[in-house]
């Protein structure tokens, strides 16, 4: 993988681009009209951990800087990874901070997260194995805290109303993604591998319950959520960067995903594969991919 160095500011996606929204504002929006996903289900990435380590898109190094920039980031302080997963924000941000606590509700990501930091000596990580939601002021304060692809798996409102309080009056928030869902993307690649993914698991993107979920709309964004919450101010940014891919390694990164856990396949798990790798090699008989991403970066001050 290799990064280009262009940082862009995105637009606001909040109505009337107000970003942030004004406290007046604010106190006329209906809570109720807030939905999030239900709570956590132990099976959403059952037996995923290991390859989630190994073929997930990894956050490209300038991501990490751009968040030393932003925080003033100087190896002091603390850092809370929610939603850590195998640590692919908490393990290569470690070296900005002091000490980091990354918490995650699954034991197989826990485990292997615990793996790839001994694997690089990274010994300033403490690994809590609990939902975002059961945070409190036992953790004590941090500077920032990082969620990286998993916001929309938690009680949304409930972890910001409780990061608040933990958060260092110049902390903040930053959300991370690496812009990488094939469900959204226009590559004829990737559609073929949606398309033999629907021919074995139905039209509906499955979610959870061991294949039996399907995928709720995130509703409302994320940045409404934080508009109408206590921090103070949101901005996003962009980092472009190109990802490889083979045959292989995309197999690898279905396996890990929510809606394609091996799991899910059974027994029919090899004539999934093979016809997974006669769609990809019909669009690029060479077998290997490129694809331009967008990484974005979305920062919620405390103040």
């Known amino acids: 993988m290799k990064e280009t160095t262009g940082i862009t500011h995105a637009p606001c996606p909040m109505p009337h681009a107000q970003c942030p929204m004004p406290n007046a504002q604010k106190s006329k929006i209906d809570m109720t009209q807030l939905k999030t996903l239900p709570t956590y289900d132990p099976s959403l990435f059952e037996g995923a951990a290991e390859g989630y380590a190994q073929y997930r898109t990894k956050y490209p190094p300038i991501v990490f800087e751009k968040l030393a920039e932003i925080f003033n980031l100087n190896g002091q302080g603390r850092l809370l990874d929610l939603g850590t997963g195998p640590g692919l924000i908490s393990i290569p941000l ?3 901070f002091e000490e980091v606590v990354a918490i995650d509700p699954d034991p197989g990501m826990i485990g292997e997260a615990k793996r790839q930091a001994a694997a690089v000596g990274a010994n300033n990580i ?10 409190d002021s036992s953790l004590g304060k941090f500077k920032l ?9 938690m009680e949304r409102e409930l972890v910001l109303e409780r990061l608040y309080e933990l958060l260092s009056d110049d902390g903040g928030l930053a959300l991370l993604q690496t812009g990488d869902n094939p469900w959204e993307s226009n590559l004829p690649w990737k559609q073929a591998a949606v398309g033999v993914v629907k ?20 509703d409302p964004p994320h940045e409404v959520v934080i508009g ?12 472009p960067f190109e990802k490889s891919w083979t045959v292989d390694s995309y197999l690898g990164y279905l396996y890990t995903t929510a809606f394609s856990l091996k799991i899910f396949y059974g027994d029919n798990a ?14 690029e008989p060479s077998g290997h ?9 979305l920062v919620a001050w405390k103040h």
């Open 94 to 96: 470690r070296t900005r």
């Open 199 to 218: 021919k074995w698991l139905g039209d509906e993107r499955r979610t959870g319950q061991r294949g039996q979920g399907t995928r709720k709309p995130v």
């Open 126 to 135: 403490t690994w809590l194995e609990q939902g975002a939601e059961l945070i």
């Open 270 to 283: 090899p004539a999934f594969e093979k016809d997974l790798r006669e769609a990809l090699l019909a669009v």
């Open 289 to 297: 991919f490129t694809e331009e991403l967008k990484a974005t970066i």
């Open 145 to 153: 805290t990082t969620i990286g692809r998993a916001f929309h798996w």
């Open 228 to 239: 109408n919450s206590a921090f103070a101010r949101q901005e996003s940014y962009e980092v």
